[in-house]
């Protein structure tokens, strides 16, 4: 099987090419060609790009056209282009392309690429692609597709080099030789016992360092981490960035080696975590744009912006109860909006890294005074300098410095509250075994605006009889 084209290559031993930089100008014209179907000239285009870059094309293309193109790709650039393009473009040429050429190109990935785009193919075309493939390619992606695609057993890879401990250093170095020639980067030999346990790994430099006849359990590390299949993918990647590995073997309950997890495979789960965290803060997900009907997307958000909605009522009310105040210094109410954002952006910037901390495992609930403290220094500059920026703003307006202080102690209060609510409430939504990323936007925003505010006119009422 060909490589993923995210794992890279060795550049010393792989001819590189001089490829074009792909601006609009490029993709405009590109565009003409393709529209006037003018073959020669496409190709020689895409010819001087990567597969990356074509996938970025065929993204822009209307879905006739980019399928048009893509036909005209090798089985080898097909293959690692269709890795990188977004999912409608590649629902429409997966199920447009016939039959012969589909298994062609899925038999030239990764047996975990392989797994990926079999996955996503109907049933009755996913069984014809197995049936067609070769067999031992088929077995490898029947038993990935048997994973959850979110677990580390959706993301291995069957291809890795295997060494048993008591070969030689010379064997193994073989090994890596015979996979380098097949195009697979290798970043680890591991190592398995007489029963195919896994009890170690060698890095690829040890292997340089040491006598050929050496064996490899001698210089193996033995407590080279390991996972099983069941493991979440926002754990494997935590073990990625604890450990600072490129590569993961995962083993069965008993120890046996089934695969291995590389670093590509990792950035793309960060990716993907981080994008679904985002959308769900908004209230969708992930890949609702361009995927869902507008129906859809509005059912899916209209619960918290409804759940949302009722929160500010609340705010509503407390500007009501202080009709007579705002009544009496109108200017007052230009500062509300001002306060209410400036403290709502802060919060959710709270919130934003809170969530990504709890799914990276570097914010800790256990020790929730950590984050909560570390927090508040920072919402505690940022409130003094806003608070002190607004008063002045405020008091040079409104002609008296007693109105710049109530501007601006209530920008400072409100951001501070607005921090530490942005904090605690992702987790709090985590201990309680709510998904953060869902609750903490509406929820900050809220309760932000009702404390905000209410703080604001309160101390403005304060100090009626001297504004």
Known sequence: MAQDTDTPIDETTVPQK???EVDDE????????????SDYLVLNI???LVPGDIAHILNRLEMADALYVFGMLTNEVASAAVLDLDEPTREHILANLAQDRLTEIVGEMDSDDAADVVGELSDEKAESVLETMNVADSSQVEELLRYDENTAGGLMAKEMAVVSKTDTVKAAIRVVRKLAKEKMHVYNVYVVDESGLFIGAVQLPDLLLHAP???????????YRSVTPDVDQ???????????????????????????????DVVDVLKEEHDEDVARMAGTDSV??????PTRMALMRLPWVMMTLLLQLIAGVVVHVFDKTLSQVILLASFMPIISAISGNTGLQSAAMIVRGIATGQVDTKRWWLPLRRQLIVTLIIGAACGLVLGLIAGFWHGTPLFGAVVGTSMFIAIN????????????????GFDPAITAGPFETAFQDIIGITVFLSLATAMLQWL
């Open 234 to 264: 926002e754990e494997v990647a935590r073990i990625f960035s604890k450990y600072d590995i490129v590569s993961l073997p995962v083993t069965d309950t008993a120890g046996k080696l089934l695969g291995r997890i590389t670093i590509d």
């Open 213 to 223: 006849n050496k064996r490899v359990y001698k210089i193996m590390n033995a407590d």
């Open 417 to 432: 509250f607005s921090g530490m609510v942005g904090t605690a409430t992702p987790m709090i939504s985590h201990s309680l």
């Open 18 to 20: 001089e490829t074009l």
């Open 288 to 293: 609702s744009v361009g995927q869902r009907s």
């Open 26 to 37: 490029l993709l405009r014209d590109l565009e003409d060609l393709v529209k006037s179907r």
């Open 46 to 48: 895409i010819q001087d």
